[in-house]
């Protein structure tokens, strides 16, 4: 019996007047697996993950998401579904401490006399359990994030969107400002999330990462996919000539 998959684009094209950004993708993520979605500069990897995470309408095709025919109107209605995108700058307060960021909008609050208190220590145990089950290290969950490296405040992030229930992720060059260190916890975090049973779209223009995290490789060229193969029946020379446009393969095991 197969599993239905997580996520399914059926033809998705994308026209900005005359121009044709996407003529027609197609391809899946599954539950737990991780898809690396790779492709030059201008090749349409930025607007496809706009139309999964509800930053723009497709013109035409199928997108199904667990289960359901969708088309979000908006990043905040993809979020209520399960998918969030976590790009570069992140979406965290700086200014607010790690507890405080994990709970923005979800704060734990008692009622004493019709007094509503927030409770501080439930929630920063919540947090520390949390952490500690995805293996991060942070020193004080009461410090800024502003005072945190960039690999910390992508593992808040990522560890926030796993506990509210998250159901797919993608990843927009998440490592580009972070150093080897971070970057290596940072693909260990990935794999955790993907062990949840979350799927995973992680966009990269560095072949080693795709390779070190991705159950699949997924090639996207001028608009179409020139590449649908699983990582390990495939290689870095061979995924950059399906990048270039000298080898196309598809149907990915």
């Known amino acids: 019996m197969t599993t239905a998959p997580l996520l399914q684009l059926e033809d998705i094209k994308m026209n900005f007047g005359a121009i044709e950004a996407l003529k027609g993708i197609s391809f ?23 139309i999964i995470s ?36 992140l979406s965290l307060c700086t200014n607010v401490d790690v507890v405080g960021n994990f709970f923005m909008g979800r704060e734990m609050v008692k009622k004493y006399f019709g007094i509503p208190v927030l409770q501080e220590k439930a929630m920063e145990d919540v947090v520390a359990k949390a952490m500690a089950n995805a293996g ?19 593992a808040i992030e990522l560890n926030r969107f796993a ?5 797919l992720v993608l990843l927009d060059e998440p490592f580009a400002a972070l150093g080897v260190e971070q970057t290596r916890r940072g693909l260990d975090m990935i794999k955790r999330i993907a062990a949840q049973g979350i799927g995973v779209i992680i966009i990269t223009h560095i072949m080693t990462q795709a390779f070190q995290v991705a159950d699949r490789i997924v ?29 196309v393969l598809s149907a990915a095991s």
């Open 219 to 247: 090639v996207i060229r001028q608009g179409i996919v020139a590449g649908d193969v699983a990582a390990k029946k495939t290689s870095p020379d061979e995924v950059v000539r399906m990048i270039t446009g000298e080898t």
């Open 28 to 50: 899946s993520v599954g539950k737990g697996e991780v898809v690396a979605l790779l492709g030059d500069n201008g090749a349409g990897k930025s607007t496809l993950v706009k």
């Open 136 to 154: 991060t290290r942070i020193p004080s969950l009461r410090t800024n994030v502003e005072y945190l490296s960039g690999g910390q405040r992508q």
């Open 163 to 167: 506990h509210w229930g998250g159901k």
């Open 54 to 89: 509800g930053g723009l309408l497709r013109s035409s095709g199928r997108m199904t998401f667990d289960g359901e025919d969708c088309s979000f109107a908006s990043p905040a209605d993809a979020k209520a579904k399960g998918i969030e995108t976590v790009y570069q700058d």
